[in-house]
């Protein structure tokens, strides 16, 4: 048998193209561009089998949880103006994110929120009074941790990474089905403990959620100052751990992602991460000026993208919400914030011995000083006050 020089040509390993090898890091990479389900104004998109849309009746509870919120987080605003807080990180615009995680979590899961997340606590249903006592500055923690499965709001830029891979790491070894859910800021992803503790819960397969909210600005540094990154959901591929970008100001898909990803880190997958590009409306804080590092075009053009009028949209299409659903709604709303104003007023008496109090299990040497030095300051002032 006699080979012709094309057949010799065609089997040559030299002109043979090689089968490409698939690529490890496929099924951990995020969407191109985030997930959305609805478009800007309320209009739904095609529908997505990865990400199933969340039952109506659900939606219709993250439509009323999303209104309280946002008139909470007006009406604790407005308590700074008038001295009642010392300060206030508010969530407006951020509704979507901040209810529709706690809504992806079960009430035995845990929650690690930062100092911006008290809109998502009182949607956990914490006491609305419990939840600002820190930022009045009456206490480490207004509420109870163990008893709302909700730790501390975190100041600290990304301490609660290390907090939530370490309890979730726990609560699997004890055979529990237990989720964490870790809230993190944009700037946050750009410290160290955010990769201690991401990277710790990729190698202990530590059933852990991280949600990133993208609100563009770490105070005033914008995003590009950040990273490099074609997102922030990119920086997951590098410790093993799926990632996904959503929309942050689409309620339903925002919903949506997260549910996979909490489903994932319940059925012993280990983290997930999740970023939501989304925007931050008001200030830093109440003692941010963010004109100084944004235009009010920029401003304008994401209220246009507002979530809680894009959901309403959507119900109201779908006859799942009308015009007396959405005032008995807003006159929940109202109530829920007269209340707090009134319970607001009433002013704590604080004992200023108790902020040695719970510093550590047994107080240092160093600690007791301190605590002597301010029980004589005291008084010494109640000295002073008397022979006036």
């Given at each position: 048998m006699t080979t012709t020089p094309q057949a010799v040509r065609r089997a040559s390993p030299r002109t043979r193209r090689a089968a490409t090898p698939p690529d490890p890091a496929r099924p951990l990479l995020p969407d191109a561009e985030p997930v959305r389900l609805l478009d800007k104004s309320g209009t739904p998109l095609p529908a997505r089998t990865d990400y199933p849309e969340p039952p109506v009746e659900v939606l219709r509870e993250l439509y009323r949880r999303m209104v309280l919120g946002r008139r909470f987080?007006?009406?604790?605003?407005?308590?700074?103006?008038?001295?009642?807080?010392?300060?206030?990180?508010?969530?407006?615009g951020q509704e979507a994110c901040q209810v529709g995680?706690?809504?992806?979590?079960?009430?035995?899961?845990?929650?690690?929120p930062t100092y911006r997340e008290s809109m998502a606590l009182v949607a956990r249903g914490?006491?609305?009074?419990?939840?600002?006592?820190?930022?009045?500055?009456d206490w480490h923690c207004g509420y109870d941790p163990t008893?709302?499965?909700?730790?501390?709001?975190?100041?600290?830029?990304?301490?609660?990474?290390?907090?939530?891979?370490?309890?979730?790491?726990?609560?699997?070894?004890?055979?529990?089905?237990?989720?964490?859910?870790?809230?993190?800021?944009?700037?946050?992803?750009?410290?160290?403990?955010?990769?201690?503790?991401?990277?710790?819960?990729?190698?202990?397969?530590?059933?852990v959620v991280y949600f990133v909210q993208n609100n563009r600005y770490a105070i005033s540094v914008p995003l590009s100052r950040q990273?490099?990154?074609?997102?922030?959901?990119?920086?997951?591929?590098?410790?093993?751990?799926p990632s996904e970008q959503v929309d942050g100001n689409d309620p339903v898909a925002v919903l949506a992602v997260l549910t996979r990803a909490v489903e994932h880190a319940r059925a012993g997958k280990g983290p997930f991460l999740v970023e939501a590009h989304t925007y931050r409306m008001e200030p830093h804080t109440n003692a941010d000026d963010a004109t100084r590092y944004r235009d009010g075009a920029e401003v304008d053009a994401w209220r246009d993208r507002d979530p809680i009028a894009r959901l309403e949209t959507y119900l109201r299409a779908r006859g799942a919400l009308d015009d007396a659903a959405v005032a008995e709604v807003a006159e929940q709303a109202e109530a829920y914030a007269a209340d707090l104003r009134t319970r607001m007023n009433d002013q704590p008496t604080v004992d200023p011995l108790s902020l040695f109090d719970h510093v550590y299990a047994q107080p240092t040497p160093q600690l007791i000083e301190q605590r002597e030095q301010v029980r004589a300051e005291l008084a010494a002032a109640r000295d002073e006050e008397g022979d006036a």
């Amino acid at each position: 048998m006699t080979t012709t020089p094309q057949a010799v040509r065609r089997a040559s390993p030299r002109t043979r193209r090689a089968a490409t090898p698939p690529d490890p890091a496929r099924p951990l990479l995020p969407d191109a561009e985030p997930v959305r389900l609805l478009d800007k104004s309320g209009t739904p998109l095609p529908a997505r089998t990865d990400y199933p849309e969340p039952p109506v009746e659900v939606l219709r509870e993250l439509y009323r949880r999303m209104v309280l919120g946002r008139r909470f987080d007006t009406q604790a605003t407005a308590l700074t103006k008038q001295g009642r807080l010392a300060v206030y990180p508010s969530s407006r615009g951020q509704e979507a994110c901040q209810v529709g995680a706690v809504l992806a979590v079960r009430d035995t899961d845990w929650v690690f929120p930062t100092y911006r997340e008290s809109m998502a606590l009182v949607a956990r249903g914490i006491d609305p009074v419990e939840v600002l006592t820190l930022l009045r500055g009456d206490w480490h923690c207004g509420y109870d941790p163990t008893e709302v499965r909700t730790a501390p709001q975190c100041t600290p830029l990304a301490t609660q990474c290390v907090h939530a891979a370490g309890l979730a790491h726990g609560e699997a070894y004890q055979g529990r089905d237990t989720v964490a859910l870790a809230f993190i800021g944009d700037g946050a992803t750009s410290e160290g403990d955010f990769h201690e503790g991401i990277n710790f819960a990729a190698v202990f397969k530590a059933p852990v959620v991280y949600f990133v909210q993208n609100n563009r600005y770490a105070i005033s540094v914008p995003l590009s100052r950040q990273t490099a990154a074609p997102s922030l959901a990119y920086k997951g591929v590098g410790y093993g751990v799926p990632s996904e970008q959503v929309d942050g100001n689409d309620p339903v898909a925002v919903l949506a992602v997260l549910t996979r990803a909490v489903e994932h880190a319940r059925a012993g997958k280990g983290p997930f991460l999740v970023e939501a590009h989304t925007y931050r409306m008001e200030p830093h804080t109440n003692a941010d000026d963010a004109t100084r590092y944004r235009d009010g075009a920029e401003v304008d053009a994401w209220r246009d993208r507002d979530p809680i009028a894009r959901l309403e949209t959507y119900l109201r299409a779908r006859g799942a919400l009308d015009d007396a659903a959405v005032a008995e709604v807003a006159e929940q709303a109202e109530a829920y914030a007269a209340d707090l104003r009134t319970r607001m007023n009433d002013q704590p008496t604080v004992d200023p011995l108790s902020l040695f109090d719970h510093v550590y299990a047994q107080p240092t040497p160093q600690l007791i000083e301190q605590r002597e030095q301010v029980r004589a300051e005291l008084a010494a002032a109640r000295d002073e006050e008397g022979d006036a």
